[in-house]
């Protein structure tokens, strides 16, 4: 019976391969060549051992290490032939590595293709364990191993909008495409010079043209495809000047680029063409796509930024439907407003689908941190360094059997370890995650270092997980980093991954201090406001403002702050990762620059700051003292109210979750938590001084035309009730993201109609709950998106007990 083994290698004896000489075929193509130079040079940088290269069985005892493809070894792989056959044959671009004790030990690694090999000395230098001067290998290596997924990649993006990739050299794109190689990737996807972005950022080395000339001919010496992510940058495609002139930009490309192998044209985000100049545009540019490259193709996605999405969806699948000749296939990713098993169940089965997953944002975003914590959101922001192995994984699994593979929206390497993951579930999902983080740190870190680095990165995914107040495991996870940095040899202390892991624990903790006493801060504070009556108005509020600026004039945990500096310009030193915009030239706070946040405040002090400021204004004690109480009293709905903050886990609670996050982890069809960190961090705000209370900024969301609904239960039938609600608005974007709301109240009553929420501002709507809407004592709210931008943000809602019913009642 044949051996079919994934990762069936137990603990056993370990095999010494210092010695070993390296049997290579013959003759080989230039792919095949390229991967075995990747095993020499990939151990010699981590042992000092430049492993011998023969082209037959050397004479004596030394160990053997076999390397080619099934079809190029031929004689080399003779004696071991029988072996070798005891192990399934894998399908394309898989491999079989098998150890067998002979006179000596050999370690076969034999791709099924050119790709395979590659693939499989991946895997070999993903199980080796090395260290100076030493390879060892587990001696019942028994592997045979396809690929599930037959699209597996990245995209990196040479822009200064991306957090690391425009300041490194040709070299260094190449050691990471060649890294995400040994984890199984096959695709790379690169950028034109022009985008929606800036094409010459301060810390290019390359001009942009020249790098994606040069990357093309990198993935194409590793046996890979190149993609081109291609957007739509022209105002008029209608417009026979503009069409002349995108097609000559886009002519110029196709030909000095030496290898295509797919174009992948966004829908929006950015272009804003409607689908039928979409397709009659893209047509242009397969045919002459296909001019210089025949075998590539054009990708198009059903990505859409517009109000009216699912108007601009059913043009853009109404073409899909008419099967186009040059269409290469459907990409799913974000602001695609559609669930990619419906995608499947319509797109025609002639194309392909591809994902486009983004795996590098935390809110905001197709697949946001779960109930993300407040504090977390307004400083770690939308980009952090975010390892989410168990989330990625489920989100992966769910959707796996919809697509042919994932080429993962990327913005940099904070999202490092989530591009191994996929690229490791892309081949086989049944790893188990924690084998592959091993492996990564085996490989990129340390033998020594393989399991503390694995488990230190799951429990950064756990330090997000529920009320930050009460996660005593954020510490816990800090100690555990600590160890390890304490004995950290500098290769390892200098190593980026190793500092990406140790940064966010103590950031992780840092944040967390802070949170403790910052609540208790402003607790003192408003306790100061609570004697308003007795010490005056102007002396509580200096007492109060006394209290709050504690924060900044005696700081907790100030050496892990300090820690968190030293390690963010190592790694701008040692990557070009850049966690700030003064010290490392990132281009927005918002995209990766998490570090430019550390210290923004974690309670209300600047509402509380810019609400004492009105208050000074005012002409009289009296009015100052009401309008202390109003502060005060700001959530409190009165005697048998609700108040609820749909951002926060207690007000979350009364929100119906829909599908939810394990069957619905894009949130297409259900309500999830975000914050609005926008009103916050914005320049308009930031310029007039006036900041909202955090609990207007953390909001429940739903996406296109999907419904909130909240429900009360245990209401009074004999009162009356009043209902609040807090609208965020959307961020500021460069076309209007306005929109509209109506509120009806148990599916008929219509609450309030067709209220206008602005970007960037918070709405207040008051309105009267119908009588008979309470009569069972129980109401549901829904709210529905009329028209505009397709987010609906409802940030706080008060349900309050009319003060006649309360006075009839006394």
């Not at 992510?229 to 002519?251: F, G, K, S, V």
């Not at 409802?794 to 009839?808: C, F, G, H, P, Q």
Request: hydrophobic content about 40%; charged content about 25%.
């Amino acid at each position: 019976m044949k051996r079919n083994q994934q990762s069936a290698v137990q603990h056993s004896a370990l095999w010494d391969l210092s010695e070993a000489h390296v049997l290579i075929p013959r003759w080989s193509s230039a792919v095949e060549a390229k991967a075995i130079r990747v095993l020499i040079e990939e151990v010699e940088k981590r042992t000092g051992i430049t492993l011998p290269v023969v082209n037959k069985l050397p004479e004596g005892s030394k160990p053997v290490i076999v390397a080619g493809t099934k079809d190029s070894l031929n004689e080399q792989v003779l004696p071991f032939y029988h072996a070798l056959q005891q192990l399934d044959t894998p399908g394309k671009e898989g491999y079989r590595i098998l150890g067998l004790q002979e006179d000596t030990s050999v370690v076969l690694i034999v791709g099924e293709d050119q790709r395979g090999l590659l693939y499989g000395i991946g895997k070999f230098l993903r199980k080796a364990r090395m260290k100076r001067q030493s390879i060892l290998i587990e001696s019942n290596l028994s592997i045979s191993s396809t690929p599930r997924q037959s699209c597996r990649g990245h995209q990196l993006g040479y822009r200064p909008k991306t957090n690391a990739y425009d300041a490194w050299s040709v070299e260094q794109f190449e050691q990471y495409i060649r890294e995400l190689a040994l984890f199984g990737a096959n695709g790379i996807e690169i950028m034109p010079p022009r985008t929606d972005d800036d094409p010459n950022g301060p810390l290019m080395k390359v001009d942009p043209m020249e790098m994606m000339i040069r990357l093309s001919g990198i993935i194409h010496s590793y046996g890979l495809d190149t993609w081109v992510w291609y957007p739509n940058m022209a105002l008029d495609y209608a417009d026979p000047a503009t069409i002349q002139a995108e097609l000559a930009e886009r002519e110029e490309i196709f030909s000095k680029v030496p290898h295509i192998d797919a174009v992948f044209i966004p829908g929006s985000d950015p272009g804003d063409l409607n689908p039928d100049l979409l397709f009659k545009w893209s047509e242009q540019v397969a045919g002459l796509l296909q001019k210089y490259h025949p075998q590539a193709k054009v990708w198009l996605s059903p990505q859409v930024m517009s109000h009216e999405s699912k108007q601009w969806l059913n043009g853009f699948l109404a073409h899909v439907l008419l099967e186009p000749e040059w269409l290469g296939g459907v990409v799913f990713g974000p602001h695609v407003d559609i669930t990619l098993p419906d995608l499947r169940r319509i797109v025609p089965d002639r194309y392909p689908i591809r994902r486009y997953e983004d795996i590098t944002h935390n809110f905001h975003c197709q697949y946001p941190v779960q109930e993300w914590d407040l504090a977390y959101a307004i400083t770690l922001g939308r980009e952090s360094i975010n390892p989410r192995p168990l989330a990625q994984k489920h989100i992966h699994n769910l959707l796996e059997s919809y697509a042919v593979g994932n080429i993962s929206y990327s913005e940099g390497i904070n999202d490092d370890v989530n591009k191994f993951v996929w690229s490791d579930q892309d081949w086989d999902s049944r790893t188990p995650v924690i084998e592959t983080l091993r492996e990564f740190a085996r490989l990129f870190i340390g033998d020594d270092y393989a399991e503390g680095v694995a488990q230190g990165l799951m429990s950064l995914e756990r330090n997000w997980e529920g009320p930050l107040l009460a996660n005593e495991g954020v510490e816990n996870t800090l100690r555990q980093w600590q160890l390890m940095e304490q004995s950290a040899p500098p290769e390892v202390a200098n190593n980026y991954r190793f500092q990406m892991g140790l940064l966010r624990a103590y950031y992780d903790t840092y944040i967390r201090r802070r949170l403790i006493y910052e609540t208790e801060l402003e607790q003192q504070a408003m306790d100061w406001l609570k004697q308003a009556p007795a010490l005056g108005a102007a002396a509580a509020i200096e007492q109060a403002e006394a209290a709050l600026r504690k924060a900044a004039s005696a700081p907790v945990a100030a050496t892990y702050r300090e820690r968190c500096w030293e390690l963010a310009d190592e790694l701008f030193k040692n990557i070009g990762e850049q966690l700030s915009v003064e010290r490392h030239h990132a281009i927005a706070l918002g995209r990766g620059a998490f570090m430019d946040a550390i210290d923004f405040p974690l309670n209300d002090s600047m509402w509380l700051t810019s609400q004492f400021g009105t208050i000074r204004k005012l002409q009289s004690e009296a009015e100052q003292l009401e309008a202390i109480h109003q502060l005060i009293h700001r959530t409190n709905p009165g005697p048998g109210g609700f108040y609820d903050n749909l951002g926060s886990y207690q007000g979350w609670q009364r929100v119906a979750k829909g599908k939810g996050r394990e069957l619905d982890p894009g949130y297409l069809e259900s309500p999830r938590m975000a914050p609005a960190i926008y009103l916050l961090q914005s320049e308009r705000t930031r310029a007039g001084g006036v900041f909202p209370p955090l609990a207007s900024v953390r909001h429940a969301n739903t996406l296109a035309d999907t419904p909130l609904t909240l429900t009360y239960e245990h209401l009074d039938p004999a009162s009356s009730y009043t209902v609040k609600v807090n609208y965020a608005g959307d961020t500021v974007g460069e076309h209007s993201r306005d929109y509209r709301v109506t509120l009806t109240a148990n599916g008929s009553s219509v609450i309030h109609a067709n209220v206008l929420v602005k970007e960037g501002q918070c709405t207040l709507v008051e309105s009267p709950i119908p009588k008979e809407a309470v009569e069972s004592g129980t109401l549901t709210l829904t709210f529905q998106r009329i028209n505009g931008f397709k987010r609906l943000n409802v940030s706080e809602v008060w349900l309050i007990r009319n003060s006649d019913t309360i006075a009839n009642a006394l």
